[in-house]
């Protein structure tokens, strides 16, 4: 048996609005208001309204054999109340038919678990009461941000009571011969991992709509015979779980409804359930469905979904990345030791992981996946208007 899991990361960060040297002195907002405004209803009408409104329809058609999970962040949420509350009713719609598991995040996407242990558990905790207040739940499947991962923070996961399961990337230099297609623990064996099959997921959230990719056109029926020829390769009748994690934007805004993604979402759970030993279920039922002795896995460095490297050089893999983090670290300390809570909430909204994607430097392929996502002219500009809102941070401390 084959059981497919699909998970979403839903994400939306604050911007910085162009924040220069004389604006440090002033009061001036740190965020472009505007910008996320526009944003965020751009990508709820290309891709959260649409893709909700599918996946309910396939939940309903299939009778709660089509299931998915998602992480949906904290300051996404709050920019669905703010300016398009409808893309939250629809979430909401969609956790309530039983079928879609909400996953633990970090509240603000961070990057916390790097370098600030109590900072990352404090912003599980936010995450954690944000999805019992608006989805009446309590996770117990954990993915960090952009599915970093590595031994010492699945200690910290383990940490926070009430997480069973993580996530993360199916990274080849970890794996060697293993294959991600297996339920593992983590090195203690008191997490259970599902790690990302990120050829099939690369493949629908990357590849799809290539007209220079090889397998182009994707369809289907390729997809689906692509799937099966998986199990091909278990002769010992050995549970197996595809994990084909992708950004939730994948559908509509990164691969446009004119590509056809829509209707490959919408075949798809059809032609799986059309074969007895394919199926969809939750990250969290994967450990009972494990019918052998979970292996442990290590992971001594950390890793992630970005880039080809699958490291964290996408945030951190340059100077100017490496400064702006330590800078933060050092007045996100002094903003808790002064108690202002407005403070630290500016202070937690510069900590998301975005701000330093912004400045990354990579060139090729690479390079041009970050510009994409860029809403500056350059990794230096996002980097001088970085430092000069943490200075306008630090300025209104002293004040």
Request: net charge negative; aromatic share 16%; charged share 25%.
């Amino acid at each position: 048996m084959l059981s497919i899991i699909f998970y979403f990361q839903v994400h939306q960060p604050y911007r910085l609005s162009h924040y220069n040297v004389l604006d440090i002195a002033k009061d001036k907002d740190f965020f472009d208001e505007p910008l996320n405004k526009e944003v965020m209803q751009k990508v709820a009408q290309k891709c959260y309204l649409p893709t909700n409104k599918l996946l309910l329809k396939l939940i309903n058609r299939f009778e709660g054999k089509f299931k998915v999970a998602f992480s949906i962040t904290g300051t996404a949420i709050e920019q669905f109340k703010k300016y398009s509350p409808e893309t939250l009713e629809s979430f909401q719609a969609l956790v309530d038919t039983g079928c879609v598991e909400t996953l633990g995040e970090t509240y603000f996407h961070s990057l916390t678990s790097l370098y600030d242990s109590n900072e990352f558990l404090d912003q599980i905790g936010m995450h954690r009461e944000l999805m019992f207040k608006e989805f009446g739940c309590y996770p117990t499947t954990f993915r960090n941000t952009e599915l970093i991962y590595q031994d010492r923070i699945s200690d910290l996961v383990y940490e926070y009571k009430g997480f069973t399961t993580m996530l993360t990337e199916g990274v080849d230099r970890i794996l060697k011969w293993r294959s991600p297609l297996y339920a593992y623990k983590n090195y203690s064996k008191r997490l259970n991992l599902l790690l990302k099959y990120y050829k099939l997921s690369d493949d629908i959230a990357f590849r799809f709509s290539n007209r220079e990719w090889p397998e182009y056109p994707l369809t289907v029926e390729k997809f689906v015979s692509w799937v099966d020829k998986l199990t091909h390769s278990e002769t010992e009748e050995r549970n197996q779980f595809l994990n084909l994690f992708m950004d939730y934007e994948t559908f509509g805004e990164h691969q446009w409804a004119e590509s056809g993604i829509f209707d490959f979402l919408e075949k798809l759970p059809e032609a799986i359930l059309k074969h007895d030993h394919l199926s969809f279920i939750h990250p969290k039922d994967a450990a009972e469905l494990s019918n052998y002795q979970q292996e442990a896995i290590s992971f001594p460095e950390a890793v992630s979904w970005a880039d080809e490297e699958r490291d964290t050089t996408a945030w951190l893999g340059n100077d100017m990345q490496q400064n702006a983090q330590e800078t933060l670290a050092e007045l996100m300390f002094k903003v808790k030791a002064k108690g202002d809570e407005e403070l630290l909430r500016k202070a937690r909204l510069l900590t998301t992981s975005d701000h330093f994607y912004y400045m990354c430097t990579k060139y090729f392929q690479d390079g041009d996946v970050h510009k994409y996502f860029s809403p500056y002219d350059s990794p230096d500009q996002a980097y001088v208007y970085y430092i000069n809102a943490l200075a306008g941070l630090e300025e209104r401390l002293l004040r």
